[in-house]
């Protein structure tokens, strides 16, 4: 089991640490790859070698990444029809898109992040995070600047967030939520703030913080809705949505350091929750089936939610979802 996938498989990185035991059994099953339109045979095919559609990158896409496979699948947005597959990584997790169309992938164990360019096979730069586990990142729209969430260290000890100054190079700067010890999921405003969602180092439970544009620490902020289990946070374009893992993704309204619920995207018919991808008025939501033992990928009105208007199953641990626009 990957440091990571204890944030979804337990619900805290730091069960491992307290008891191994306590997450057996609850490794995801392996139902093989995406079946989107082809048979799981011919895509195993493809293992061990990255590939895309020759006219891939005219598309719109979608990256999901299999944390359990190592492996990042491409689908036309939002046919869902598979154009390729990115190989080669160790327990990859969620991923973000610059406004070049660039997708920046967190490869967790590798402790670094992966850059591709859209519709390409081979990483156009890897950036180093030395000493951290990467589970999610968010480019900030005013600078360009890259923040990457590290969910603990590599000693076991508090995560961070790493600022890669123009998305390149190494951190220049880190910043700690006071209470957010793991950190999970990251997302910037249209005005550059930075929110945070994870869980504390007593309780497990979970807690938000908002590093403001041009702060030097987070601010704890408190939320009017309960959350279980931390899931995705992204500007939707107006509000910052939250998702719980095992419920639905909320709409706040962040003043200081309150955050008031405004809406709620209901998740029918998908499962577990974990990353999402807001793309206007849809979200791309990977979710593991855990009656099945079986993941997939879902896109449902956003913010309205109710059941899925499209699909793709046959993951085996899928985990983060992003849309890279054609240019």
Known sequence: MSIS????ACGSALAFIISLAACSGQQPGSSGLVPAGASAQAARSAAGRSWMAPDAKSKNLLYVTDQNANDVYVFSYPQLKREGTLTGFDSPESECVDSHGDVFIANDEATDIVEYAH???????????????????????????????????????????????????SPSAYYRGANVYSVYSCGYDNKGNLYIDGENNGSSSFEFAELSSGAKKFTDVTLNQAIGVAGG??????????????????QFSIQGTEGTKVGTTPLNGGGRDLEFWIQGPKVVVPYYDESSSAGGVGIWHYPAGGSPTRRAKGFEWPVGAAVSLAK
Request: aromatic share 12%; net charge negative.
């Open 119 to 169: 519709g390409g096979t081979s990483p156009i730069a890897t950036l180093q995070d030395p000493g951290f586990y990467p589970s999610d990142c968010s480019i900030d729209p005013t600078t360009g600047n890259l923040a990457v969430a590290n969910i603990i260290n590599t000693s076991f000890g508090q995560g961070n967030i790493a600022i890669y100054k123009d998305a390149k190079g």
């Open 233 to 250: 946070v992204q500007w939707d374009g107006k509000y910052v949505a939250v998702g719980d893992q095992y419920a639905d993704i909320y």
């Open 5 to 8: 996938t204890l944030r979804w």
